[in-house]
């Protein structure tokens, strides 16, 4: 089993910044696909971004494409949502989840862990 904890959430302007984490235990995530997905309440969960195994795939949905990065760092078994030019739509719960196959988390689909979420809110 993996444990998944998110933080680095909370109140930032429009046009800031805003790093989220994501810890893991219980297990290495080495040899597993990392996602980030976001919930906005009466919305179905979304993925915003993913990234391979091995860190050379990745995925962006299309409104967090060259704001968002993805990262990993395999040493502190964490995963990381580096956010910038934050929009007020992109208010929601962050959540941050794993899985062997990478296009589990490119669709949410059948995805094995998932952290708790993170609120993230950005104002006008």
């Known amino acids: 089993q993996v444990q998944l904890v998110e933080s680095g959430g909370g109140l930032v302007q429009a046009g800031g910044s805003l790093r989220l984490s994501c810890a893991a235990s219980?297990?290495?995530?080495?040899?597993?696909?990392v996602g980030w997905f976001r919930q906005v309440p009466g919305k179905e969960r979304e993925s915003v971004a993913a990234?391979?195994?091995?860190?050379?795939?990745?995925y962006y949905t299309d409104s967090v494409k060259g704001r968002f990065t993805i990262s990993r760092d395999k040493a502190t078994n964490t995963m990381y949502l580096q956010m910038n030019s934050l929009k007020p739509e992109d208010t929601a719960v962050y959540y941050c989840?794993?899985?062997?196959?990478?296009?589990?988390?490119?669709?949410?689909?059948?995805?094995?862990?998932w952290g708790k979420g993170t609120l993230v809110t950005v104002s006008s």
């Open positions: 989840a794993a899985d062997f196959n990478y296009n589990h988390l490119r669709n949410g689909v059948r995805v094995d862990y």
């Open positions: 219980g297990r290495t995530l080495s040899t597993y696909a």
């Open positions: 990234l391979n195994w091995n860190g050379d795939v990745s």
